[in-house]
């Protein structure tokens, strides 16, 4: 049988007083916690790595005789990836290359023409110059003796020759203005084809350079090389196999070059702004490795609204979805090179949206280009100037 005392009415109150006290200042300090930190903080475990896929197709039909990369190698931009077979585009460029030459020679004779052709029109001036002088001569021969013929001192049958060598010089002088001026035209076409250019810069020279140098990129092409460094993943081809331009053979992900796209619910979006930092922790490396990342900017509309199968909610009964907007979070270079990330990782988002950051202040994202395939084209014209100079001499 419990003989204790029941509790005093006063110990009883001072029990409910301190309760209530500690209910208090855990609601103070929840309430100072939330006004502090949590309602600076906007956070998702909604999100992964993202980076660029550089896919390795090819540009001209061939086979594959090498493949010198396969997944998760590392390689270096300008590095060799896949070798086709390059007999065929080998045959095409020799060609070319005669093709061309003989393009300069044809054009070189149509500069010789032109001095030929302007030796001739000077010829068949000499002979106007000289039929006009025996025209005078037989002109005055006819009057001189038409005034002997009237005193009888010539014949009749000498003044019929002269008057027959008049008509003949007459003829040879008209013969002569014909012949200039077919020189003269000949001249005229042939300068027509030459005129304002040099053998270099005629058309035809022109078109045959472009079709050596289509031929030497075709040529080159048979070799695939790494537009970017990174690392090999997906590879499909095969040695031995026929490939079409465009084919996918590979992809290059350029790891240094990752961002992390975190989806957050539009009522997380309020406050968020370009240029904001975040705290980014990956589930590969769990919190020791913290990453510092800035807010590069908001998706234009939500994941659904981008889906192959949009939603259609005009129609039946609606529940609704409270809808996801894609953030990109671009991470400190160092960071990533210090703790190598992978697409497609999990990660877990802190934005800070108390700052209202200048949209000037906002990172941009880093130039996509190469100049891997840059040098192609400079070797291929190096070659178009050695054959032109080689055959505008010979």
Known sequence: MNTSPA????????????????????????????????????????????????????????????????????????????????????????????RLAQAVRQVRTLYVQNE???????????????????????????????????????????LLHA??????????????????????????????????TTVAEHPDVRQAAAALRQAWLDAARTTLPAPAAGMVAQRSVQVGQRVAPGTTLMTVVPLEQVWVEANFKENQLRKMRVGQ??????????????????????????????????????????IKVVQRVPVRIALDPQAVREHPLRVGLSMNVEVDVSETPAQAGAPRAAALSTRVFEARSEEADALVARIIEENLHS
């Open 7 to 98: 509790p005093r009415p006063a110990a009883r109150k001072r029990l409910l007083l301190l309760a209530a006290l500690a209910l208090l200042v855990l609601a103070g300090a929840y309430g100072a916690w939330w006004l502090l930190v949590a309602s600076r903080l906007e956070s998702t475990d909604d999100a992964y790595v993202h980076g660029n896929l550089v896919q390795i197709t090819a540009r001209i039909p061939g086979t594959v005789v090498a493949i010198e990369a396969d997944n998760t190698d590392l390689v270096q931009a300008g590095q060799a990836l896949v070798r086709l077979d390059p007999a065929d585009a080998q045959v095409a460029l020799q060609q070319a290359r005669e």
């Open 163 to 196: 008057q027959t060598a008049l008509k003949a010089a007459q003829s040879g002088l008209a013969q002569a203005r014909a012949q200039l001026e077919a020189a003269r035209a000949k001249l005229a076409t042939n300068q027509a084809l030459t005129e304002g």
């Open 116 to 158: 030929a052709l302007q030796a001739d029109v000077d010829v068949r001036q000499a002979d106007i110059d000289r039929a006009q002088a025996e025209l005078a001569r037989a002109r005055s021969d006819v009057q001189r003796r038409q005034s002997l013929a009237r005193t009888g001192g010539v014949s009749g049958e000498e």
């Open 277 to 318: 930092r975040a705290k980014v922790v990956a589930d590969l490396y769990g919190g020791e490795v913290v990453y510092e990342g800035v807010v590069a900017g908001l998706e234009a509309g939500t994941g659904g609204a981008f889906s192959l199968l949009p939603a259609q909610n005009a129609s039946g009964n609606w």
